[in-house]
């Protein structure tokens, strides 16, 4: 089995640029809204992070911490944003060790519990996460919001 490096977008802010162009490329959303959250996070105005696993400098799974994932709750608050990993890399844990690499850094800083919206059902229940009722988003259909204290 191949090691795999997990790290926090702060361990290696030479690579920023890359990884916002890889979330940007990963769900659409502009990587200049991604560049904003992690300068944000790099410049310590927040400590809503982004995490990333490398194979070698190949970015092969990430996701971030954002206030709001695009629904109308804004009291549920911070949100896990962008989980995702290259389909090559898949079915090796690699989300779930980021999940709990967030979940572990976000509660040392006593930031608890964090929310998530997504459409899955059974993969995040797997690391912890509860499913705690539907939200609104930009789809016309409710999602999934999930929650880990």
Excluded at 46 to 74: A, M, P, Q, S
């Amino acid at each position: 089995m191949r090691k795999y490096k997990y790290i926090t977008l702060r361990q290696r802010p030479e690579i920023k640029d890359k990884a916002a162009q890889w979330f940007h490329e990963k769900w659409g959303v502009p990587a200049e809204a991604y560049l904003e959250c992690m300068d944000s996070y790099l410049n310590g105005d927040t400590e809503y992070g982004w995490y990333l696993c490398l194979d070698g400098d190949k970015i092969i799974g990430g996701l971030g911490v954002i206030e709001n994932d695009f629904h109308e709750r804004k009291d549920l608050s911070p949100n896990v944003c962008a989980v995702y990993t290259e389909d090559d890399y898949r079915k090796q844990g690699i989300a779930g060790k980021l999940l709990d690499m967030v979940t572990e850094d976000m509660r040392s800083k006593g930031i608890t519990p964090l929310y998530l919206v997504s459409d899955h059902i059974g993969f995040y229940e797997k690391y912890g996460w509860k499913f705690l009722c539907m939200v609104q988003g930009g789809d016309p259909e409710p999602t999934r919001m999930y929650v880990h204290y």
